[in-house]
């Protein structure tokens, strides 16, 4: 039951008072959309021992703050709603009054920088700002708050800041949108005829872990390195003086580096970096294992949501942070939907796309983004209630961001039709296609490999353009070269004219994949390889090795 939470077992770092007024969380503002066809949680905080009610949609509701002054209750199941109604909560002489809320569906949008890529910086922007015409569409991004521990909410500077507060899908506002999440709501919003709230808690350049409770994380052991080095780095920041020894260390760099700059200047030399002032500042605050739980997940784990879209996995490709990932992007699905109080949660999977450029067969091979998006493939098919999309055909060049968001989120929004709302086609009872040709098994004969796929996700199997790209095979000395293919109904066979005796296949297995291999709805076919061989990460440590970790 929602009442019923992990949340009630924890210890909240607060500066809440047993005598403070009646609030609500930060979460709660005007313009916002409350979840339909579901109890809504309601909390704040009051004066200890005071009544507290509610008043929404004709409904009354009371409750009496604790004494510690906090409270909570719930309004019945919500019908949907486009018309802006007031939601009224009281206590005493007290009363706080939130305008123009809708009711609809409430989606959470976590992430990195990826799921962050505003509206105003994806490739459609021209376009979409200026048309935006959804004020039924609103969103609210939260600002970047990570701490050691868990926060009761977040702070807002100012009712007209674009972080904390909802807004609307105008062209005067929705330029700060998530991307991904504002197609994924446009095509749902569209199709279910409700409105759609976003509440966007992504942050670029997080880690899988910074989103899982720190309890979860502490006893995997590829973890033990994050946490030293974080708590180095709080000790050498509290034997430093903390923020007063900062501000003095900070005051001597910036002078001597304007001496330098002006020798530097002076001989006609490159001028050095001035100190970065960030690097002056709490640990506590920055990225961190937990963190960004404790900051962003936290404070609105109470909400009453739909789902969760979560577009993570580019912070885990780089050196050896590949090693925690099969622990880590598990917990985030395990432990979102402990902290929301729904162990069937929606969880829509974004699996990263790719960046740079082909160096090498053996660098491909052996790229991080390789691992990290089979953890992502392993990861979906264990946990029910989860959808994958795929991306990598999003990106154009090498840039690390795709601008191209709009397959994204309506590949997203295909999942969650099919598999949350179980929404049909008109003239249909067949459900909504959204998955692209997933790898079932493989047979060798006379020098061919034929691929099965499962199901219906085969169905009008097809080559782009009757172009075989991303296609690689290797025979037993597992050296692969780009292979030849073709489609023979639903298999696809795979060959090489120099390698009579085939051993495995892969597609789509490099850092920034080119593959042409589609089904009837153009959606493409996921990456994958029908080998197990272990793999060398580069500028890394160690093997990685799926059959360790896949059960």
Not at 58 to 78: C, M, P, S, V
Not at 390 to 395: A, G, I, Q, R, S
Not at 419 to 445: C, D, F, L, T
């Amino acid at each position: 039951m929602r009442t019923i939470r992990f949340l009630a077992f924890i210890s909240f770092a607060c500066n809440l008072f047993a005598e403070e007024n009646l609030r609500l969380p930060n979460i709660f503002g005007d313009k916002m959309v409350l979840q339909r066809d579901k109890p809504v949680a309601l909390w704040g905080w009051a004066k200890a021992g005071a009544k507290v009610s509610a008043k929404f949609a004709g409904q009354n509701k009371f409750t009496k703050a604790n004494d510690k002054g906090r409270w909570t209750l719930q309004l019945d199941k919500l019908k949907t709603s486009f018309t802006g109604r007031q939601l009224v909560v009281t206590s005493g002489a007290e009363k706080i009054t939130l305008t123009d809320i809708l009711v609809g569906e409430v989606w959470v949008c976590g992430g990195q920088s990826n799921m962050e890529w505003s509206l105003r910086a994806s490739r459609d922007s021209d376009l979409e700002v200026a048309s935006a015409d959804s004020p039924h569409i609103r969103f609210i991004r939260l600002p970047h708050i990570a701490r050691p521990t868990a926060q009761e909410d977040f702070p807002v500077t100012n009712k007209t800041s674009d972080q904390g507060n909802w807004r609307q899908a105008i062209p005067e506002q929705v330029e700060n949108c998530t991307a991904v999440g504002y197609y994924f709501a446009q095509r749902i919003s569209r199709r279910l005829k409700v409105p759609v709230g976003l509440i966007d808690v992504s942050w670029g350049g997080t880690m899988a872990q910074h989103w899982v409770l720190n309890e979860t994380l502490k006893p995997f052991p590829e973890m033990q390195p994050y946490h030293e080095k974080f708590e180095a780095a709080m000790k050498a920041w509290v034997d430093g003086g903390e923020k007063e020894g900062a501000a003095k260390r900070y005051a001597t760099d910036l002078k001597a580096w304007e001496k330098a700059r002006a020798e530097a200047k002076a001989k006609g030399e490159r001028e050095p970096r001035r100190p970065n002032q960030n690097n002056y500042t709490t640990p506590a605050h920055k990225r961190q294992p937990g963190g960004m739980m404790n900051g962003m997940i936290l404070p609105i784990s109470k909400m009453t949501i739909a789902g969760a879209l979560f577009y993570q996995g580019e912070n885990n490709s780089f050196g050896t942070s590949w090693k925690p990932f099969h622990r880590t992007f598990p917990a985030v699905i395990t432990d979102w939907r402990r902290v929301f109080g729904d162990e069937d949660l929606p969880i829509g999977l974004v699996q990263i796309a790719g960046w740079s450029t082909r160096r090498s067969m053996t660098y491909d091979m052996n790229h991080h983004t390789n691992v990290i998006r089979e953890i992502q493939h392993l990861t979906w098919a264990r946990f029910k209630n989860t959808g994958l999309i795929v991306t990598y055909d999003t990106n154009s060049n090498g840039s690390i961001h795709p601008g191209h968001k709009r397959p994204v989120g309506e590949r997203l929004a295909r999942w969650a039709l099919a598999q949350v709302y179980r929404a049909m086609p008109q003239k249909s009872n067949k459900p909504i296609e959204w998955r692209g040709p997933i790898y079932a098994s493989h047979e060798i004969k006379e020098g061919k490999v034929y691929i099965n796929f499962e199901g219906e996700t085969a169905r009008g199997l097809r080559l782009n353009k009757d172009i075989a790209e991303g296609f690689y095979i290797a025979g037993q000395d597992k050296e692969f070269k780009h292979s030849r293919a073709r489609i023979q109904g639903t298999q696809l066979v795979v060959w090489h004219e120099e390698i009579k005796e085939p051993v495995a296949v892969r597609y789509a297995w490099s850092n920034l994949p080119h593959g042409t291999l589609l089904n009837f709805r153009e959606l493409p076919a996921y990456p994958f390889r029908t080998d197990n061989w272990p793999l060398a990460p580069h500028q890394s440590t160690g093997l990685y090795e799926v059959n360790k970790i896949s059960k």
